[in-house]
């Protein structure tokens, strides 16, 4: 006697967000660009996925950081700091840490 049981697809009735998606995303969910919707998925996927967050993380303070050297000289030093730790965290998601 086989039982071969195809578990019904319970898991996964909401298919999560794509993670290359939501990075796509990101920007305009800094500029408050998308819909409460969009802002939920993202904001969601964010919560349960640190890689993500870390990448979010990142551009709200670059976004910062640039938004608060518009009015004055951005330090060379600052840039290439930032610029370091972009690459720092690109290294970690693409280890899949
Ligand atoms: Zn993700």
Redesign the pocket.
């Known amino acids: 006697m086989s039982h071969d049981q195809q578990g019904p697809s319970v898991q996964g009735s909401t298919p999560d967000?794509?993670?290359s998606e939501?990075?796509g995303r990101v920007f305009f969910f800094l500029d408050n660009e998308l819909d409460q919707a969009g802002c939920a998925e993202i904001q969601h996927?964010?919560d349960?996925?640190?890689?993500?967050?870390a990448?979010y993380d990142l551009e709200r303070t670059v976004k910062t950081l640039v938004a608060r050297s518009c009015s004055e000289v951005a330090p060379e030093g600052l840039r290439q700091r930032v610029q370091l730790s972009i690459r720092q965290v690109q290294i970690q998601i693409s280890r899949g840490e």
């Not at 349960?48 to 967050?53: H, K, S, T, Y």
């Open positions: 967000t794509d993670c939501v990075l996927h964010l349960e996925c640190g890689p993500c967050l990448r």
